[in-house]
């Protein structure tokens, strides 16, 4: 064989190995009966796990009909935390604020977390709720104080996320809380799902919300002011992350009130669409 067939033949093959290595998979967290478990999404079917989705686990010969489980939030975290003003797009200004330039965490209650196809419930007593399509990342291993540089060794995976918020609570001058405890962490303001995805370029997934089939939010992941690097490493000076935590990213773009009988819709490319209907609390 020739040098330059040599060459090109490598090059045929490291592109393959590439490919092969760039493959997204689809994880997900299900409920079949009374078994919760973890899977592997393969074509319209959820091959059960068995073992720690964080460490080692196999796959297992059990297979279930995607149409007969019940998909849960992709994890169960210790902690989830989100960011605030992350899109420039979100921004009233042009210019980043400089409160921005560092990222501004918070944190969401693990209880505000929600699956596919589980209800949005709109308090009582609020007065207006809003949507904001989110990336969410999922820690894969314990993350303490963790340079940029290493900070994507700490990460799983991706999902998409809904970080409703209620704005009154959040922001009226009259009757904002000290802390966003409810106005973002409120039970049901963290649907997530509908799959854990890995193997994709985070830093350039479509992300698009749509409410009642408009699309209300449209952004790729490349406009994020801090990226998922530069989050990780911020957060965890401060705060030790564990496997399954989850980060809300930030959402693009402006946002709109939901109301009882709404379908709201996040897709991020590749983590399938999160579709969550809205009702009012009883």
């Not at 092969?20 to 009966?33: D, H, M, V």
């Not at 904001?132 to 993350?143: M, N, Q, R, Y």
């Not at 991706?158 to 009226?172: F, L």
């Amino acid at each position: 064989m020739s040098q330059t067939r040599f060459a090109a033949a490598m090059l045929c093959f490291c592109l393959s190995q590439t490919a092969l290595i760039a493959e997204p998979t689809k994880y997900l967290r299900f409920q079949k009966g009374k078994k919760v478990a973890y899977g592997l999404l393969e074509g319209s079917r959820v091959r059960e796990l068995s073992g720690d989705l964080f460490g080692a686990y196999s796959k297992t010969q059990t297979t279930h009909a995607l149409s007969e489980v019940k998909l849960l939030p992709p994890t169960r975290p210790s902690q989830v935390l989100a960011l605030a003003g992350n899109y420039r797009s979100h921004l009233k200004d042009e210019a980043i604020p400089a409160k921005f330039q560092v990222p501004q965490p918070f944190f969401k209650s693990p209880s505000c977390l929600v699956g596919q196809g589980d209800a949005i419930v709109i308090p009582k007593d609020a007065k207006t709720v809003h949507y904001e399509a989110e990336l969410v990342i999922v820690i894969g291993k314990k993350c303490s104080k963790v340079s940029k540089a290493r900070a994507m060794d700490c990460v799983f995976g991706v999902t998409a996320g809904n970080d409703v918020s209620e704005r009154i609570w959040q922001n009226d001058a009259d009757v904002k809380d000290v802390q966003w405890w409810r106005a973002k962490g409120a039970d049901t303001f963290g649907p997530v799902g509908p799959y854990l995805v890995t193997g994709v370029d985070y830093g350039q997934l479509m992300l698009r919300l749509r409410l009642n089939g408009e699309v209300k939010q449209e952004e790729r992941t490349d406009h994020l002011i801090h990226d998922m690097p530069t989050t990780v490493s911020f957060i965890s000076q401060y705060v030790t992350l564990h496997p399954g935590d989850l980060i809300f990213t930030g959402t693009p773009g402006k946002t709109s009130a939901l109301k009882p009988g709404d379908i709201v819709e996040v897709e991020l490319e590749g983590a399938g669409i999160l579709r969550n209907p809205v009702v009012a609390e009883k």
